[in-house]
């Protein structure tokens, strides 16, 4: 029997705004969604229907609240779906996107905030305003974090017109969470919805992978990260990449030190569906750098979080608080 102490935070759960919807009705063009784009007809169709019956969970706040009671969970780390991060709009109307999506994640924060706290959505197609987006979120709305897809319309994150908006969540002390959607170059996954299965982690792979060696952690060494999906690949394979650190210099240029020791700077969430893919993935960080993620309300989420925790081996009641928790707690900046 579990001897669960202490408060339940989900890090990885979706708002959808119907709202936005409206401003982008007759401008979206297929490929400016790597997830559909690349999906074959099959994964689309499907698509269209579960978007349609997950929709109460995602804009009903009593219908979450129910759902949040019957898995265990105690606080919701509220950030926007991905499809609708709009990087593709231009810089006015991403302006208006953003902040409609936050106002929206600030009302539910507002009207439950035992039950909830905000992760801002920023345009990062125009840095500039991404930071003063943030900026707004954090210290207007008293949001805790701010969510960013895993490229931005193709560009990778160790661009270097991207440090400022790093430089900005180092300095306002909040918890950056990457969350793909799809793979850029996913010719490959058309069929049994890799695009999702494989393309989703692999983004999140590579993502993390450049920032590293791009020196992006380096450069910022108190900035956070929390990765979904448990992190992608990247923590079932990083001594790969140390390797390759030490025999080639193509990785060499921008930081100073194994690539795997700049880890300590990224969290990840549970989501890796089972018990014992969860116990490798918290000896592989460390039990303080996993936290729980369900990725309400998508159908490749997981919801019964507890359970999964429980059934870790190897692993005292005190750590499994840090992944029920305590750790996300702690980057979330809750009180008591």
Same mark, same amino acid.
């Given at each position: 029997?579990?001897?669960?102490?202490?408060?339940?935070?989900?890090?990885?759960?979706?708002?959808?705004?119907?709202?936005?919807?409206?401003?982008?009705?007759?401008?979206?063009?297929?490929?400016?969604?790597?997830?559909?784009?690349?999906?074959?007809?099959?994964?689309?169709?499907?698509?269209?229907?579960?978007?349609?019956?997950?929709?109460?969970?995602?804009?009903?706040?009593?219908?979450?609240?129910?759902?949040?009671?019957?898995?265990?969970?105690?606080?919701?780390?509220?950030?926007?779906?991905?499809?609708?991060?709009?990087?593709?709009?231009?810089?006015?109307?991403?302006?208006?996107?953003?902040?409609?999506?936050?106002?929206?994640?600030?009302?539910?924060?507002?009207?439950?905030?035992?039950?909830?706290?905000?992760?801002?959505?920023?345009?990062?197609?125009?840095?500039?305003?991404?930071?003063?987006?943030?900026?707004?979120?954090?210290?207007?709305?008293?949001?805790?974090?701010?969510?960013?897809?895993?490229?931005?319309?193709?560009?990778?994150?160790?661009?270097?017109?991207?440090?400022? !908006?790093?430089?900005?969540?180092?300095?306002? #002390?909040? +918890? %950056?969470?990457?969350?793909?959607?799809? /793979?850029?170059? =996913?010719?490959?996954?058309?069929?049994?919805?890799?695009?999702?299965?494989?393309?989703?982690?692999?983004?999140?792979?590579?993502?993390?992978?450049?920032?590293?060696?791009?020196?992006?952690?380096?450069?910022?060494?108190?900035?956070?990260?929390?990765?979904?999906?448990?992190?992608?690949?990247?923590?079932?394979?990083?001594?790969?990449?140390?390797?390759?650190?030490?025999?080639?210099?193509?990785?060499?240029?921008?930081?100073?030190?194994?690539?795997?020791?700049?880890?300590?700077?990224?969290?990840?969430?549970?989501?890796?569906?089972?018990?014992?893919?969860?116990? !490798?993935?918290?000896?592989?960080?460390?039990? #303080?750098? +996993? %936290?729980?993620?369900?990725?309400?309300? /998508?159908?490749? =989420?997981?919801?019964?979080?507890?359970?999964?925790?429980?059934?870790?081996?190897?692993?005292?009641?005190?750590?499994?608080?840090?992944?029920?928790?305590?750790?996300?707690?702690?980057?979330?900046?809750?009180?008591?």
């Amino acid at each position: 029997m579990s001897g669960r102490t202490g408060r339940t935070v989900d890090i990885h759960a979706h708002v959808l705004t119907p709202a936005c919807l409206e401003l982008v009705q007759g401008l979206m063009e297929p490929q400016y969604e790597p997830f559909s784009y690349w999906a074959g007809g099959e994964t689309n169709q499907y698509q269209a229907g579960h978007m349609r019956e997950i929709l109460p969970k995602a804009t009903d706040v009593d219908v979450r609240l129910a759902d949040m009671d019957a898995m265990g969970i105690d606080v919701q780390a509220l950030s926007v779906a991905p499809p609708q991060y709009y990087y593709w709009t231009d810089v006015d109307l991403g302006r208006r996107l953003a902040r409609l999506q936050n106002d929206n994640l600030a009302a539910m924060v507002q009207a439950h905030p035992d039950r909830f706290v905000g992760l801002a959505t920023v345009p990062l197609q125009d840095v500039s305003s991404a930071v003063e987006e943030l900026e707004h979120c954090v210290r207007e709305l008293d949001f805790r974090g701010v969510e960013i897809n895993t490229n931005v319309f193709g560009l990778d994150l160790d661009d270097p017109r991207f440090r400022p !908006f790093f430089a900005k969540a180092e300095e306002l #002390d909040v +918890v %950056v969470l990457l969350h793909p959607n799809g /793979f850029t170059h =996913g010719e490959r996954l058309q069929k049994y919805y890799l695009t999702n299965v494989i393309g989703n982690p692999l983004d999140t792979t590579v993502a993390i992978t450049r920032m590293i060696h791009g020196g992006v952690l380096e450069e910022h060494p108190a900035l956070t990260l929390c990765l979904v999906h448990g992190g992608g690949f990247l923590p079932f394979y990083s001594s790969r990449m140390d390797h390759s650190y030490e025999l080639r210099p193509e990785g060499r240029h921008h930081i100073t030190r194994p690539p795997s020791t700049y880890l300590r700077q990224v969290f990840v969430d549970c989501l890796v569906f089972d018990s014992p893919h969860l116990e !490798f993935l918290v000896q592989q960080m460390g039990p #303080d750098h +996993v %936290v729980i993620g369900t990725d309400y309300p /998508f159908d490749m =989420g997981h919801y019964d979080p507890l359970g999964q925790i429980d059934g870790v081996r190897g692993v005292g009641e005190e750590d499994k608080d840090l992944i029920r928790g305590a750790t996300a707690a702690k980057l979330l900046k809750l009180e008591g």
